[in-house]
């Protein structure tokens, strides 16, 4: 059985990645009840675009997954450009997602950066530092399950009581203080 991570960033206050880890046999019953997320007619349910409302719901939908979404934050400070620190962000990631289990990864579409995020993850199996596991850039549109992620990286930016809130579902938090080697 394989475990998929959906990961997106807040570049709020620094740069940071959530990440949502969910074990294969649980996907198509969580995207259910991630689409469950959405108001009205919406095609996607974007957090920073929600009403103080849809926040609070679907924050107490998040919480009861707690035991099939362990929720991952990888985070560097206001210390360096934004390309260096999501690429550290994206190889610190990538080593945790590889350390447990992770075979497939789907980031949040970005298209300036997708590039860049590609040639981390590759060098990393490349040189034998991760072992080997499907990637790839989705829009949030088409993957439900990249709202968790979204939310997670709000909900942790925020801070006080919506971290708070979250933390049941942290299983990882890391703050990487330098660039990868690549990045310097």
């Known amino acids: 059985m394989g475990r998929h991570l959906y990961s997106d960033e807040s570049k709020v206050d620094g740069f940071r990645f959530a990440g949502a ?3 294969e046999d649980d996907l198509r019953r969580l995207r ?4 469950q997320w959405r108001v009205g007619h919406a095609r996607r349910w974007h957090t920073s675009k929600e009403k103080p409302e849809a926040r609070k719901h679907a924050l107490r939908r998040l919480v009861r997954l707690r035991d099939h979404v362990d929720i991952v934050i990888v985070e560097h400070a206001k210390t360096h450009p934004e390309y260096v620190a999501r690429e550290a962000c994206v190889d610190a990631l990538a080593r ?4 447990h289990g992770v075979t497939h990864w789907t980031l949040e579409q970005d298209a300036p950066v997708e590039y860049r995020d590609r040639q981390t993850i590759a060098m990393l199996m490349h040189t034998g530092e991760i072992h080997r596991m499907t990637y790839r850039h989705e829009a949030g549109a088409a993957e439900p399950l990249l709202w968790i992620a979204d939310f997670a990286a709000w909900l942790w930016t925020k801070g006080g009581s919506y971290r708070e809130a ?5 299983v990882h938090h890391e703050v990487v203080r330098e660039p990868t080697r690549r990045a310097a």
């Not at 259910?32 to 689409?35: A, G, H, I, K, T």
């Not at 945790?96 to 350390?99: G, Q, Y």
């Not at 979250?166 to 942290?170: C, G, K, M, R």
């Open 21 to 23: 880890v969910v074990d």
């Open 32 to 35: 259910r009840e991630v689409l």
């Open 96 to 99: 945790w997602a590889s350390d």
């Open 166 to 170: 979250l933390e049941p579902l942290v």
